[in-house]
């Protein structure tokens, strides 16, 4: 009787010790005494006998299912999902508002260049004027692509549940990429005011496209590596 | 042999079923389960434990101590009306089932 002892000691020490457990387990094991009786009186021998009972108890987790009990790590993610879920759908419209607003900022920056230049006459004024502004929203634009890239990355393992595999160089060379045509933006309009360079300056354009294009090409590459 | 899987959601009938006429406890129920399924159904004691005290809880059973010839305690179990009235429905679920199980059991194909 000692190994069906042992066996239900073990089958309930992981189990919260409730009266309602501890009655089940006392319960359970007078029974099987009584089993084990009968099994004897059967003619089985005490091996024969033990063997049939420990087949028959079931197991830990059998025990744990019927009696409700969950295991807790397995609720947790969950309730972290959702509320990443509901952060990040937060973040999208603030995301799309900064956006809204750097463009403003860029087109606000055109109309402040071209009214300072036409009140003051002073060139150093004007650049400071369109600059000031475009300088804002760059900042707006990096910050929150960077926040936009965090959270893609994120979403995208809740929703795969995959592991994200090259995050900080991938999210380098977006930011690099983010970052280029804003500063050539900000690079042709000080050169078109400033020296009036309108015309060789817009091949910035073109060679920031060609150089995008081979940091994407890069982090293709890469990616396919993996 | 059938396994616990299949027997799931009606452990509690063939439970109640077993007190209709008198009290009875644990290893006697489970020992008369096995006898009347001939053999092909043995449940298992987490399975038989856990339902007392599901049945219990729900108000569909009530137990007590009693005593056995050689002075051991027993815990015997008595079936409620509200017992009763949960294996009259039990059963009639299993018509149904049955009923619904039967028109997909096409003969010429076994």
Known sequence: ?226 | MLSSDIMRGYNDTLILSQLLERDSYGYEISHNIQQLSGGVYTMRETTLYAAFNRLEQLGYVTSYQGTKTFGRKRTYYTITDAGRQFYREKCEEWHVLQHVMQSFIKEEFI
Request: hydrophobic content about 50%.
């Open chain 1, 1 to 226: 009787m000692n190994a069906i002892q042992n066996y239900i000691n073990a089958l309930f020490s992981s189990l919260p010790k409730t009266p309602n457990v501890l009655r089940m387990q006392a319960e359970m094991l007078e029974n099987l005494e009584e089993k084990y009786q009968a099994l004897l009186r059967e003619g089985k021998n005490e091996d024969e006998a033990i063997g049939i009972i420990l087949a028959g108890i079931g197991t830990v987790d059998e025990l744990k299912a019927e009696l409700g009990i969950r295991e807790e790590p397995h609720d947790i993610p969950k309730d972290d999902h959702h509320a990443f879920l509901t952060e990040h759908a937060a973040f999208q419209k603030q995301f799309a508002i900064a956006i809204a607003g750097g463009v403003a900022l860029c087109i606000l920056a055109v109309i402040a260049g071209a009214v300072t230049d036409e009140l003051f006459h002073n060139d150093i004024l004007t650049v400071i004027m369109i600059l000031g502004p475009i300088a804002i929203a760059v900042a707006i634009f990096v910050f929150f692509g960077i926040r936009e890239d965090w959270y893609e990355q994120r979403y995208k393992e809740i929703c795969n549940d995959l592991p994200t595999g090259d995050t900080k160089s991938s999210s380098l060379i977006t930011v690099v990429s983010n970052l280029v045509f804003p500063l050539a933006a900000m690079f042709y309009l000080f050169i078109g005011f400033q020296y009036n360079l309108w015309h060789p300056g817009w091949i910035i354009f073109p060679i920031c496209a060609i150089f995008v294009g081979g940091l994407e090409a890069i982090e293709a590459y890469r990616k396919t590596k993996q």
